[in-house]
């Protein structure tokens, strides 16, 4: 952290690797740090508490992507990510795999000031539930255009939620994978009003009846999108 050559460095990964929470002191806080915007640190030992470093940040750091997931955060290092100012200026988050629960997302969602210029959220394989997800639109995010909730306890409601929502007008590409919304959200995401962008849709693994996916796919949203995967069930 004290190379001098980190100062013309844009996009750094260290994924894998046992970072630890000094270690992510020691860069956050580095002098020739403040050029970064693109960080990897997936899978690198670091817990919620670790997250309260990134407060500390050396002043004129502005993030543009933080890929941190596979990280246990849970619901405190999801709440210390909402508020920090060198994240202000995020396009990009990935948070996936963090163990973070209802609560923990609601808390982010009703704090982040990310939220006001992400384009791209991946929460994927957490336990965001429909109120977290209830509480994200709720902050009708106006330039997210990817959002990525696989495995995310979502059911009927979390799809019902996205399909009823103006919130979802901006959403490009949306992941409900591995979140068992049953043939009755085919439905409500087909009619929906509201998925006027949406040009990717991801609802696989989810034991959808083949008629329900034949549903969808004749909808007027599924005849207007370019990629759709609904894995089936007979």
Known sequence: MGWSGLATVRSLTLSGNNLSREGLRALLRSPHAV???????????????????????????????LDIGENVLKAVGAEYLAVVPCLRELKSLRLDRCEITQAGARLFAKKATVLDGLRILDVS?????PSGLETLLEREPAELHTLRMRDNDLYFQGAELLAGSPASGPLVELDLSQNHPGAEACQALGRSEHLRSLLVLRVEDNSIPEAAAQSLANSPLGKRLLELDAGVSG
């Open 35 to 65: 050029g970064l915007k693109h960080l990897a640190l997936r899978d690198t030992q670091l817990d919620g508490q670790a997250m309260a470093e990134f407060e500390a940040a050396r002043k004129g750091l502005r993030l543009e992507s």
């Open 125 to 129: 394989h957490n336990h965001f539930g």
